[in-house]
């Protein structure tokens, strides 16, 4: 799918997937996130994805004139949850408005997992 965009020297498409990286990569910038996780529990809750698959982990619904966008992560353990996922949902929703100019109607944000890291003991 596509999301059309119409001004006075024409229009413009914009791809389903370009949306679903712009929206992992700015994701990825938020403190406390480690990754991207599935959208399908079939897939395995626990597997971080790799960058060059952000897509996966961002559902988008197209609407008349905007966008909605669910996006599946992993935090890091020790982290406000509330916080990252306002923040993500922050840096998401202007990266939408800035680098594509879509208005973005909702962003939801879904903590699939939490990710401790090892702690080398003494």
């Known amino acids: 799918m596509t999301q059309k965009i119409h001004s006075e020297l024409g229009s413009i498409n914009i791809s389903e997937d370009v949306i679903a990286i712009v929206c ?40 008349e004139d905007s966008i909605s966008v669910t996006l599946y992560i992993v935090v890091q353990y020790g982290v406000k949850i509330s916080e990252v996922a306002r923040n993500v949902q922050e840096r998401v929703k202007y990266a939408i408005e800035d680098q594509l100019g879509l208005q973005v109607e909702s962003i939801g944000v879904r903590v699939q997992g939490v990710r401790v890291t090892d702690v080398k003991r003494k």
């Open 24 to 63: 992992g990569v700015a994701a990825m910038e938020c403190y406390g996130l480690v990754g991207m996780a599935p959208r399908n529990v079939q897939e395995g809750i626990s597997d971080l994805l790799r960058k060059d698959h952000f897509e996966r982990g961002v559902d988008i619904q197209f609407n």
